[in-house]
């Protein structure tokens, strides 16, 4: 096979499995890469190349049956003609590079009565500005000579034998004959004194050919054209054959599809008010035909450069053609035209050739339209194909083009990354500032009673909820001080503020589910109560969660039994504080369960800077005051009367 290096073409790479073989050449199907992409539907470089090589034959004498034909190709241009892209030489081998295209007799079977109606109507065209315009004659006109492109439009080829009107006679038609299609050729034609009415025959043939087995019903005026094909195109004499052109102007080339492609294509001749008129009904028209027929015959045309600039087809047209048809419409939302496979097959090819357009009014059509197409293609091609262009547009000096241009790359981040949309390294500049629970509710809790209804205080919050502004953290009763210390040498007042410092610490660190907790226990000492145990340290800690929720104040104690009670407490524990005269009385294994008040004299136990500790005593409180609170035990008055060899009384170690 032949190499990159030895061609015309830099980045050809070629099949190496022929998809036609003729008498005259092989047909590959190749790709250029890293060239343009815009040779056929795909946008992927994919282009047409066949190599002949020289022939036999009175006709081939001066150049061969491929060089004609690409001598041909490239001398007479037309939109139903094959494009010409390059030639070249290699060796004895002669190579032509066309558009992508595939021979007729591979993919007829798969189309519907009326694409080949259509596929007719573009070689009749092609064979008017040969007859007309150029003053050439075909001379093979068949199925082998057409060839169908990406978008499934025919193409008229095999140009090998074509020559002027003035060149035609009964002998070149001789020496032509031995490869012409034996079928398309007239049995009388060495007798005709006329020669120029060859195509005529060979035509009514070829729709003779494409229509087997096909239903007459399928098309309008199918079955009448037959008959016109027969009677006129085949008469017997060649006089009577009437011209091409006139062929257009039959029922068959003229029903309502026909119409509507017909004005597509020739849409730079019509008037404002003729496409204003013609686009603000065309969908309607077209609801009736198959989707697929619509999106491979008109789709390249509803998305021309021409029609995407008319103002009537962008507002009537164009947004529901780009938008893929979706069952679960919302409100108010449009739906598509063409279902999710037919738009992918025919309408996404386009959009791919539409973004390496360099038309700012088209350009931001796409990118109006480009959050409802977008999710239709696939990573490699939105990476390698969109993303590219996209990037292109943000360079550009139009602000708005810019702006929609980064709204597109915004649609893309979900899709490909940030990584690969933005590029570069990126790293974590922000973090989540939202609160993090760091225990889950119980199910208890997620499962309240509907019949209640939450208030204020139900709430999670972050301060503390109260009625009234005075009831702060201080004066709130059932808030207890720690345990002052045991040098007993701090004022209340230090340990009050303390003890403020420290429940605000803790508040702000605690677990917001505490707050809910109303499963608590709440403690309260009446006033004249004959119970006489007093609270030890495991009553106090449960008192304290529960005093300090403003959810249960409320509900339990009243305020100014509160206030009071708080009073009395303080009282006794000063008092406590004086009457402990053992600090072994501290120690959990000599704690009494009562406690009796002590009278005794203050005396100043710095007087001969040794301290003297008395033997353990016996300390009462009186029950009315213990029934208001708890006494504070971290106070001691040493006792000089005692002896010092005694010690501390005890091992401290055990």
Known sequence: MMGNESSQLSGLEIEEKAVEITDFWCHY?????????????????????????????????????????????????????????????????????????????????????????????NILRALV???????????????????????????????QYLCPFTELTSAYLKHARLHRYDKAVDPNEDSYEIT?????????????????????????????FKSFCRDTLQHQNPAKRTNLSEVLQHNFFNHEFITIYKFLSFLPLKSEEEKADFFSHIL???????????????????LSRLAMLD????????????????????NGENSGFFNLTVFKGHVKPRLMQLFGVRDSQIRMLLLTHFSKFVQVFTHEELSHHILPELLLGIKDIDDTLVASTLVCLSELVPILGADTVIGGKRSKLFTDGRPNPKTKLPISQL??????????????????????????????PLILNERPSPVGGESMEDEIITKESS????????????????????????????ISPPLNDEQLIQLEPAAADPLLKNDFIP????????????????????????????????????YFKKNTDEFDFFADMMPVIEKPAVVSVDTSEIAQGLSSKLNFVPDENLDESEGWGENWND
């Not at 009670?565 to 009494?592: F, G, P, R």
Request: proline share 4%; glycine share 4%.
């Open 284 to 302: 309607d028209t077209l609801k009736c035909y198959d989707e697929e027929t619509v999106a491979k015959q008109l789709s390249g045309l509803l």
């Open 311 to 330: 103002q009537t087809a962008r507002k009537d047209v164009i947004p529901f053609i780009l938008k893929p048809k979706n069952d679960r419409v919302q």
């Open 196 to 224: 120029t009415k060859v195509d005529q025959y060979s035509f009514a043939v070829l729709v003779d050919d494409v229509f087997k087995g096909k239903n007459n019903d399928e098309v309008p005026y199918l079955k009448e």
């Open 503 to 530: 429940t605000s610490k803790v508040d702000s660190e605690a677990d917001w589910s505490d707050w809910e907790n109303t499963n608590r226990q709440l403690t309260v000492i009446e006033p004249d109560s004959t």
């Open 447 to 476: 499962t309240r009673s509907p019949e209640r209804k939450k208030s204020l205080r139900d709430l999670p919050c972050s301060e503390d909820v109260f009625e009234h502004s005075e009831l702060n953290t201080f004066d709130n």
């Open 559 to 594: 305020k100014e039994d509160l206030i009071a009670k708080k009073t009395l407490l303080q009282k006794a524990a000063l008092n406590a504080k004086k009457n402990i005269l053992d600090i072994s009385e501290l120690d959990i294994k000599n704690q009494k369960s009562d």
């Open 129 to 159: 500005f040969l007859h007309e315009q150029a003053g050439m004659s075909h001379n093979n006109v068949s199925i082998s000579a057409i060839y169908v492109t990406g978008d499934g439009q025919w193409k008229l080829g095999g140009l």
């Open 29 to 121: 199907q190749a790709k250029i890469n890293d060239s343009c992409r815009y040779f056929s539907l795909k946008s992927d470089g994919s282009v047409s190349v066949f190599k002949g090589e020289a022939a036999a034959g009175p006709l081939w004498a001066i150049s061969t049956p491929l060089e004609k034909f690409s001598n041909n190709l490239l001398k007479y241009r037309h939109p139903c003609i094959v494009r010409y892209i390059s030639a070249w030489q290699q060796r004895s081998t002669l190579h032509l590079a066309t558009e992508y295209v595939q021979p007729l007799s591979q993919v007829l079977n798969s189309l519907t009565p009326l694409q080949i109606c259509i596929g007719l109507n």
